[in-house]
């Protein structure tokens, strides 16, 4: 067992019951302070830990980093020292604060320095992604799509069992949590006899997804097996990859999706290492056709993470509209890097692979407003009485999760984004 998983572990930072940041998880993040640049932290319970702080003071001895790795702007610093390094310096923050260990603890000069208020601290964008890759590996939401837009009895397209069908999307517009975003615009056709139009997405989505983020992988040519690919992955973060579904209908064919999915994707800014999420681990699908050889896995290479999504109109509350969970989908992140690096493609540190929509069988567990509503035909009723079948202009939507295990909670925060009339 790693031993920063150990469920008895306790802190001696006060961890509220509900916290998502238990001693436990210690998660990764870029934050900054009114009088500060950019650095690397982590997280127990409200307190934000600055890394560089911890690496002035000298707590980080024997370990494979420098100042410059902490005082940086994105994970990748840190993430380029590989696996081992970083199971390491997890290991050695669980150990600083253990309420066992007085070494830091009792140093109230140290721990002030180390120590700031989450309330204090705004979170940037992580991870500096070169290449993003957005997979559609949810059966229950390939299934839907299949449904509303084409056969019913033949939702899945001939491939969908065969192969972790993916595309490559754009990086630069990946965001961080509270990063406002504008409606998109685009062409739309909605009338088929009719020529098309342009002007503001009408039909603007959210989509529930998970994302994992690698360090560096192998040469150009090599490929990654599905036994090698937990050496490959850092972390994970939820991502909302919004969608504009009329803009999308009438230009993904043939090459996919364009402008309906390169104006924003919104990420939570803290990232859950693989390490930390070790004992949420549960059995996949039965796979069915048998998956070819490269495709193969041992073990299990899913992960039981529960997860809702919230609308908040403007002035208004929450409605949580979809409980979802991680362990639906079909093909696992291990699959899916496998599948990405089998023709001999290099993977980089820091580039980010997503879920694509994570929808359950039951319609409560829906991933996107398109399935929820399905395609606007059942409207979805706001606590302030409003009702939504696509995402309104000052709309807030709130993305969370969390595992629970052995008495240990272990969370991601969330992801928030407004948005913004259309300019």
């Known amino acids: 067992m790693i031993k920063a998983n150990d469920p008895s572990l306790k802190s001696w930072i006060e961890v509220d019951k509900n916290s998502d940041f238990p001693i436990q998880n210690l998660p990764f993040g870029i934050f900054k302070t009114e009088n500060n640049k950019p650095s690397v932290g982590s997280r127990i319970g409200d307190k934000v830990i600055d890394l560089s702080a911890l690496y002035v003071l000298g707590y980080f001895k024997n370990l494979p980093f420098e100042q410059s790795d902490f005082k940086s702007d994105a994970l990748n610093t840190i993430m380029k020292k590989g696996k081992e390094a970083t199971t390491d310096l ?16 009792n140093n109230n000069h140290h721990v002030e320095q180390v120590l700031i208020d989450v309330e204090q601290v705004e979170m940037l964008m992580p991870v500096q992604v070169g ?24 939702a899945l397209l001939p491939n969908w069992l065969w192969i972790p069908v993916g595309y490559h999307g754009r990086a630069s517009s990946i965001i961080p949590s509270d990063q406002m975003i504008k409606r998109p615009k685009g062409q739309t056709r909605p009338n088929d006899d009719q020529d098309p139009i342009f002007g503001p997405s009408k039909l603007l989505d959210f989509e529930l997804e998970m994302a994992f983020v690698t360090f560096d992988g192998k040469p ?49 800014p803290w990232i859950v290492t693989m390490d930390a999420l070790e004992p949420f681990k549960t059995k996949g699908p039965v796979q069915d056709p048998k998956v070819l050889s490269y495709l193969e896995y ?95 202009d000052n709309d807030t939507v ?20 407004k948005v913004l009339p259309a300019e």
């Open 298 to 392: 041992k073990g299990d290479f899913h992960y039981d993470i529960d997860l809702e999504v919230g609308i908040i109109p403007e002035n208004s509350e929450e409605t949580v509209v979809s409980k979802s969970n991680y362990k639906y989908m079909y093909w696992n992140m291990a699959q899916q890097l496998a599948h990405h690096t089998v023709n001999g493609c290099n993977i980089r540190c820091g580039d980010m692979m997503a879920s694509g929509t994570i929808s359950g069988d039951e319609p409560s567990s829906f991933g996107s407003m398109l399935e929820l509503s399905w395609r606007g035909t059942k409207p979805i009723k706001m606590k302030d009485g409003s009702e939504r079948k696509f995402i309104n």
């Open 398 to 417: 709130v993305m969370r999760g969390h595992c629970n295990a052995n008495g240990v909670r272990i969370g991601f925060g969330e992801v928030s984004t």
């Open 131 to 154: 290449d993003y890759t957005d997979f559609y590996s949810s059966r229950g939401h390939a299934t839907n799509v299949g449904t509303l837009f084409r056969d019913p009895a033949n």
């Open 220 to 268: 150009l040519g090599e490929n990654i097996t599905t036994e090698e690919a937990n050496d490959y992955i850092f972390g994970m973060c939820i991502m909302n990859d919004w969608s504009a579904r009329d803009i999308q209908k009438w230009e993904y064919i043939p090459l996919g999706p364009f402008l309906a999915k390169n104006f924003a994707s919104s990420i939570s």
């Open 90 to 105: 997890r290991n050695r923050l669980s150990k600083l604060f253990n309420i066992e260990n007085k070494d830091l603890s």
